[in-house]
Nanobody, 123 residues
Framework: QVQLVESGGGLVQAGGPLRLSCAAS????????MRWYRQAPEKQRELVAA???????NYADSVKGRFAISRDDAKNTVYLQMNSLKPEDSGVYYC?????????????????WGQGTQVTVSS
């Protein structure tokens, strides 16, 4: 069974840092793109950062220069380093991964979501 488990959320003062982790486990052949989304109360879920299997990254304009996404394929883990946090960065952060999985007929791709981790930035 494939799982994505996030960790690292919490309460932090404005201007402070946090690092989120998302570890994938299961019958994984490869990790393709990995993404972080966030959702604030009464707002739509938005893409925050993404990283491809070649290491290319992209970010929402609101976090450029403050957040950095990285991956450690040996650990099947993606990280989101968040610096200079602002109250508007608060929300539930979700990890999303497109994985190559071993199946009965070979490798196939599928998308998975983590359970989410709460980030609260106080002013």
């Amino acid at each position: 069974q494939v799982q994505l488990v996030e960790s690292g959320g919490g309460l932090v003062q404005a201007g402070g840092p946090l690092r989120l982790s998302c570890a994938a486990s299961g019958n994984i052949f490869s990790i393709n793109a990995m993404r972080w989304y966030r959702q604030a109360p009464e707002k739509q879920r938005e893409l925050v950062a993404a990283i491809t299997n070649s290491g290319s990254t992209n970010y929402a304009d609101s976090v450029k220069g403050r957040f950095a996404i990285s991956r450690d394929d040996a650990k099947n883990t993606v990280y989101l380093q968040m610096n200079s946090l602002k109250p508007e960065d608060s929300g539930v952060y979700y990890c999303n991964a497109n994985l190559g999985l071993w199946g009965a007929r070979g490798v196939y791709d599928d998308d998975y979501w983590g359970q989410g981790t709460q980030v609260t930035v106080s002013s």
